[in-house]
């Protein structure tokens, strides 16, 4: 079955490729394997060297970049632009830091001399979503190559050509040929790769079913892997917030990336006495926003990735409006080519349904009304997942109170939840574990070496 890329805006298939054969990956996995023991042993200095040609060239080509991720997955194009500077960013963050953060950490024991060493682990299989097809890679690859690993990319199928970008412009900046390889597979060809004794680790961002799939494989081999499976983030609003700077956010934090954001707030948690006009600011901005071609800069959400997430979406709605809640304003398909969704707000909803507790993937906002910080707290870790929290108060009692026991990997309090080179990304609960950027997204892949000199 051949691995295509459909523009979601229109339908139109742009190109299709099919999945290589047993004796391609091989020679890629060998390839990769060979590379290793040399590529380890270059100096931080060349490989920054490369890292900064790389991002010169995102930087240079960003709007030829950001065509492509936005025909190929449909985000809107002035967010695909910003995406290819933000990997830039990314790549120049870790060229000029990742020596700092791997250097050998002296350790005060009655040694002669102790250290932790921090050494490359090898090969590394990197699965990858659609949603930020060059950031989600770049985050991944630009500390595991500063470290000396090198890697391997399956992306996700409806993104074949951004797969194949990526790998272009690290041979451009000057990696050599086996650091980093695409491999144009299919979700039923990992499981061989990530088994093969050559590959070292694994991390995968994804679903819950990929995630486990990922993680059991690797246990089973007793390999590393790193997981982040998405979440159900709440966006909780306290009486002495700044309600109108909520507001706008709140509607930017919804529908980043047409709603496709693993750290889009999904769950939007409202103090009782600020409820209504919340949810009436709110509902009239989301009501506003211009919903059309991607390529159009006046476009504020562009369509969905696939037909079938239109599909999941639009069953998703009518589960939870079924099971009892109201919906304020959208709520269906647009009738229109392409997979685009209405902006919609949710209210009144019920346990029992998939808007409570579930990762709505797409422009679908879930409003709920509390009485009090305990009872937003409660229902903020009421979810099995656990990426980010966006907290919205002026009270420093109350901000104490969201960092300690908001169950996430990351809060942010009076901002959305972003990713940010310098600051570790990752969750807890289903959400997965382990972290990436920040200096711990460097150490992830590493062999954390005790050195004991008597």
């Not at 919804?254 to 999904?266: D, E, M």
């Not at 509902?283 to 990735?305: H, I």
């Not at 002026?394 to 104490?400: F, T, V």
């Given at each position: 079955?051949?691995?295509?890329?459909i523009?979601?805006?229109?339908?139109?298939?742009?190109?299709?490729?099919?999945p290589?054969?047993?004796?391609?990956?091989?020679a890629?996995?060998?390839?990769?394997?060979?590379?290793?023991?040399?590529?380890?042993?270059?100096?931080?200095?060349?490989?920054?060297?490369?890292?900064?040609?790389?991002?010169?060239?995102?930087?240079?080509?960003?709007?030829?970049l950001g065509?492509?991720?936005?025909?190929?997955?449909?985000?809107?194009?002035?967010?695909?632009?910003?995406?290819?500077?933000?990997c830039?960013s990314?790549?120049?963050?870790?060229?000029?830091?990742?020596?700092?953060?791997?250097?050998?950490?002296?350790?005060?024991?009655?040694?002669?001399?102790?250290?932790?060493?921090?050494?490359?682990?090898?090969?590394?299989?990197?699965?990858?979503p659609?949603?930020?097809?060059?950031?989600?890679?770049?985050?991944?690859?630009a500390?595991?190559?500063?470290?000396?690993?090198?890697g391997?990319l399956?992306?996700?199928?409806?993104?074949?050509?951004?797969?194949?970008?990526?790998?272009?412009?690290?041979?451009?900046?000057?990696?050599?040929?086996?650091?980093?390889?695409?491999?144009?597979?299919?979700a039923?060809?990992?499981?061989?790769?990530?088994?093969?004794?050559?590959?070292?680790?694994?991390?995968?961002?994804?679903?819950?079913?990929?995630?486990?799939?990922?993680g059991?494989?690797?246990?089973?081999?007793?390999?590393?892997?790193?997981l982040?499976?998405?979440g159900s983030d709440?966006?909780?609003?306290?009486?002495?917030?700044?309600?109108?700077?909520?507001?706008?956010?709140?509607v930017?934090?919804?529908v980043?990336?047409?709603?496709?954001?693993?750290?889009?707030?999904?769950?939007?948690?409202?103090?009782d006495?600020?409820?209504?006009?919340?949810?009436?600011?709110?509902?009239?901005?989301?009501?506003?926003?211009r919903?059309?071609?991607?390529?159009?800069?006046?476009?504020?959400?562009?369509?969905?990735?696939?037909?079938?997430?239109?599909?999941?979406?639009?069953?998703?709605v009518?589960?939870t409006?079924?099971?009892?809640?109201?919906?304020?304003?959208?709520?269906?398909?647009?009738?229109?080519?392409?997979?685009?969704?209405?902006?919609?707000?949710?209210?009144?909803?019920?346990?029992?349904?998939?808007?409570?507790?579930?990762?709505?993937?797409?422009p679908?906002?879930?409003?709920?009304r509390?009485?009090?910080?305990?009872?937003?707290?409660?229902?903020?870790?009421d979810?099995?997942?656990g990426?980010?929290?966006?907290?919205w108060?002026?009270?420093p009692?109350?901000?104490?109170?969201?960092?300690?026991?908001?169950?996430?990997?990351?809060?942010?309090?009076?901002?959305?939840?972003?990713?940010?080179?310098r600051?570790?990304f990752?969750g807890?609960?289903?959400?997965?574990?382990?972290?990436?950027?920040?200096v711990?997204g460097?150490?992830?892949?590493?062999n954390?070496?005790?050195?004991?000199?008597?």
């Amino acid at each position: 079955m051949a691995i295509a890329s459909i523009n979601p805006a229109t339908g139109q298939v742009l190109r299709t490729f099919e999945p290589l054969a047993d004796w391609q990956i091989e020679a890629k996995l060998r390839l990769a394997a060979e590379t290793f023991p040399k590529f380890r042993k270059l100096a931080f200095a060349d490989r920054a060297r490369m890292m900064s040609k790389a991002a010169d060239i995102l930087e240079g080509e960003k709007e030829t970049l950001g065509r492509l991720m936005t025909t190929e997955m449909g985000k809107t194009f002035r967010s695909a632009v910003d995406e290819a500077v933000k990997c830039a960013s990314g790549c120049r963050y870790y060229a000029e830091n990742a020596e700092r953060f791997l250097a050998d950490e002296v350790v005060q024991t009655t040694a002669k001399r102790s250290y932790i060493r921090y050494q490359p682990l090898g090969v590394v299989l990197a699965v990858m979503p659609w949603n930020f097809p060059f950031w989600q890679v770049f985050r991944f690859i630009a500390p595991g190559l500063m470290a000396g690993n090198v890697g391997l990319l399956k992306h996700a199928s409806n993104v074949p050509q951004c797969a194949l970008k990526v790998e272009d412009i690290l041979l451009r900046a000057g990696f050599p040929q086996g650091a980093f390889q695409t491999l144009l597979i299919t979700a039923q060809q990992v499981d061989a790769v990530l088994n093969d004794p050559r590959v070292a680790a694994a991390t995968l961002t994804g679903s819950e079913g990929a995630g486990v799939q990922v993680g059991v494989s690797a246990a089973r081999h007793i390999k590393k892997v790193v997981l982040e499976l998405g979440g159900s983030d709440p966006f909780i609003v306290m009486p002495s917030a700044n309600l109108d700077e909520a507001i706008e956010t709140a509607v930017k934090a919804r529908v980043i990336n047409n709603g496709q954001s693993c750290i889009a707030a999904k769950r939007f948690i409202v103090a009782d006495p600020i409820a209504d006009k919340f949810e009436s600011g709110f509902v009239s901005k989301m009501r506003a926003l211009r919903v059309g071609d991607p390529m159009d800069p006046a476009t504020e959400v562009g369509p969905l990735s696939t037909a079938d997430a239109i599909t999941s979406l639009q069953t998703d709605v009518q589960k939870t409006v079924g099971a009892g809640a109201r919906v304020l304003t959208g709520g269906k398909p647009i009738d229109r080519p392409g997979n685009f969704y209405e902006p919609t707000v949710l209210t009144n909803i019920p346990k029992n349904s998939p808007a409570y507790r579930e990762e709505l993937f797409g422009p679908v906002a879930s409003v709920f009304r509390v009485k009090s910080l305990d009872e937003a707290i409660q229902l903020a870790n009421d979810t099995r997942f656990g990426l980010g929290a966006s907290a919205w108060t002026n009270d420093p009692d109350e901000r104490e109170r969201f960092t300690n026991e908001i169950e996430a990997g990351m809060v942010f309090i009076n901002k959305m939840v972003v990713s940010d080179p310098r600051m570790p990304f990752g969750g807890v609960k289903s959400s997965g574990h382990g972290r990436e950027l920040g200096v711990h997204g460097a150490r992830e892949f590493t062999n954390i070496k005790t050195v004991w000199i008597e």
